[in-house]
C-alpha cells in the first residue's frame, strides 16, 4: 500500500514530496545562521575607536609619550588630502590596530594647517596630536575666505550609533575661537561645541546613526560665540566610537545570503 503524503495542502499518491515546508524551515534557519554570524562580528568589534590626527607635518604614531601614544594606534590625516575638496583616505585602523572598511572623503576643503601652535601639556591626546590642526576661517586670510570645511565619515554600519569626540587647540589667544561641529545623517543632525582658544583638556562630542550608505557627514562653521576677526575653525583630533565593522562583514553578508538563496531554491523528494 503506496503512502499518502500533504503537498501545499493538497494530497498525493505514490510518494510524498517535501517542498515548500522543508525549504521555508530550511530558509528561516540558514536566515537565523547569517544574522548570527554577522551579529557575532558586530560584536567582536562593538566599542572599538578609531583616531584621526588632523594637520601638521608631524604625525602621531603608536610610541612613547607624550608626543605619541603607547596604547593606541592612529590614522592621520594630512595636509595633501584636507586642503582639497575631494580628497580621500580609506582603511583606517581601530585603535586596538585592527583593520577596517572605515575611510574619509573631503567634499569642502580647509583653508589650510597650524603645525605648531597647539597645546603640548594635555593629557587627553598626545601632543603630536594637540599640537596641530587643520582649519577654516570665512573673512579673508591667506587669499581665502568663506572657507567652510565639510568631510564625510564612510564604511560605518547602517542604522549603528555612534560617538564624535572633536578635539582642537590654539594657543596665545585672547579671543574665542569656537567652532560648530555639525553632523548629518539623512534628514538627523547632531552638534557639538569647543572652543579652540587655549584650550587643553576639553573635548566636545555628538552622536548619530550611520546613513543607509554607512555615512555620517559632518561640517565646521564658526560657533555663535567666536568673536575672532577671521571666525577661524579648528580640528586637531576626531575620535569615533561605536560598533566599527570588520572588512570580512560585507563578505560573510553576501556569502550568507546567497546560501539562503540556494537553500531556498532546493525541493527534496523522498520515496
Not at 44 to 59: K, N, P
Request: proline share 3%; aromatic share 8%; charged share 10%.
Amino acid at each position: 500500500m503506496k503512502g499518502h503524503g500533504t503537498v501545499y495542502g493538497e494530497t498525493t499518491c505514490g510518494r510524498k514530496t517535501v517542498g515548500r515546508d522543508v525549504a521555508s524551515r530550511a530558509g528561516r534557519t540558514a536566515a537565523a545562521a547569517v544574522l548570527a554570524l554577522v551579529g557575532g562580528i558586530a560584536g567582536q568589534a562593538s566599542g572599538a575607536r578609531i583616531l584621526m590626527d588632523f594637520g601638521g607635518s608631524t604625525q602621531t604614531t603608536h610610541g612613547a609619550a607624550p608626543a605619541n601614544d603607547p596604547v593606541n594606534y592612529w590614522n592621520n590625516i594630512g595636509g595633501a588630502v584636507t586642503t582639497t575638496s575631494n580628497g580621500s583616505v580609506g582603511n583606517f585602523i581601530t585603535a586596538d590596530n585592527q583593520s577596517t572598511n572605515v575611510g574619509l572623503t573631503m567634499t569642502a576643503r580647509f583653508a589650510g594647517e597650524n603645525t605648531t601652535n597647539g597645546t603640548t601639556s594635555s593629557t587627553v591626546y598626545p601632543s603630536n596630536a594637540t599640537s596641530s590642526s587643520s582649519y577654516g576661517n570665512t573673512e579673508v586670510f591667506s587669499g581665502q575666505s568663506n572657507v567652510f570645511p565639510k568631510f564625510t565619515i564612510t564604511g560605518l554600519l547602517p542604522g549603528e550609533n555612534y560617538s564624535f569626540t572633536f578635539y582642537a587647540s590654539r594657543t596665545g589667544a585672547s579671543d574665542n575661537r569656537s567652532t560648530l561641529y555639525t553632523l548629518t545623517s539623512g534628514s538627523t543632525s547632531s552638534t557639538a561645541t569647543l572652543d579652540a582658544a587655549n584650550n587643553v583638556n576639553n573635548t566636545a562630542t555628538a552622536s548619530i546613526a550611520a546613513d543607509s550608505l554607512g555615512q555620517v557627514r559632518i561640517g565646521l562653521s564658526p560657533a555663535t560665540a567666536n568673536n575672532n576677526a577671521n571666525h577661524f575653525t579648528y580640528l586637531a583630533v576626531l575620535d569615533v566610537s561605536g560598533n566599527i565593522p570588520e572588512p570580512t562583514t560585507g563578505l560573510l553578508v553576501a556569502t550568507g545570503a546567497a546560501g539562503l538563496l540556494f537553500r531556498r531554491s532546493r525541493r527534496r523528494t523522498v520515496a
